[in-house]
């Protein structure tokens, strides 16, 4: 039995909002981090940082599926 692992290189994203929506998931456990060590103002800085990048992860996203569908359409 072999168990087939595709390995892809770091950057080789699929979907133009991976390396966005990567960095919101990063940007929200620093954010926990720094609540943690009790600075709530620099938390709330960072977390609309990470929800900006989120907003335009999930924007890209939907480009990116939509310019898949149109391809797929168009074979």
Do not use: H, T
Request: aromatic content about 12%.
């Amino acid at each position: 039995m072999r168990i087939k692992i595709r390995r892809g290189k770091i950057g080789d994203f699929r979907d133009w909002g991976d390396p966005f929506i990567i960095a919101f998931i990063i940007l929200l456990i620093v954010c926990a981090g720094i609540l943690a060590f009790g600075n709530e103002a620099l938390a709330n800085e960072v977390a609309v940082y990470a929800y900006y990048s989120l907003v335009v992860g999930v924007v890209l996203q939907l480009a990116a599926f939509i310019r898949d569908e149109r391809r797929k359409g168009q074979e």
